[in-house]
Structure formats: structure tokens, C-alpha cells
């Protein structure tokens, strides 16, 4: 029975001192911090929106992927956020 916890207890130090990593204080606390927030936006009425990617689906097929900059010179584009839009809540 000894044997058999100490083949176990070396096991996992084996694994330990194996394991990719540094395990110090200061990893740790840095792993645990948690991520800044990304600075909002600061957009006026009539500013340029600036460019993004969105899914676009239409019904048939997988969804697609379109850009802002897909349109630009080509048609003018209104763009509308309705929060809790078609969810009920």
C-alpha cells in the first residue's frame, strides 16, 4: 500500500517538475488578473462608423461574412442597433 501512494506522490512530481511553465507568485497572480477592458468608442451623430465585419443571413446557405468597407463609394448604409432585438426580453 505504501508503494503503491509513493509511486503515485513521484508520479505527480515528476509531472510537475515536467510540466511546461513557470509557477511562480507573480505568473500566478498575473493568470488570475483579470483582462482591461477595451476604451469604448467615442462616436458623435454624422461621424464615420468605423470599419467592421459582421454574419450576415439570408435564408439560404451558410451565413456570410460583410464588411463596412464592402460599400463604401459604392451605396450609403444606415446603421441601427435595436438592444434586445426579436429576444423577448
Do not use: C, W
Not at 500566478?28 to 465585419?53: I, R, S, W
Amino acid at each position: 500500500m505504501r508503494r503503491a501512494i509513493l509511486k503515485v506522490l513521484a508520479g505527480g512530481l515528476l509531472v510537475l517538475a515536467l510540466a511546461p511553465g513557470n509557477f511562480s507568485r507573480q505568473s500566478l497572480a498575473a493568470a488570475q488578473a483579470p483582462p482591461k477592458p477595451a476604451e469604448p468608442l467615442k462616436l458623435k451623430v454624422g461621424d464615420t462608423a468605423p470599419d467592421f465585419t459582421l454574419l450576415a443571413y439570408d435564408g439560404s446557405g451558410p451565413p456570410k461574412a460583410v464588411s463596412l468597407h464592402d460599400f463604401k463609394g459604392k451605396k450609403n448604409v444606415a446603421v441601427a442597433f435595436y438592444v434586445f432585438a426579436f429576444t423577448g426580453g
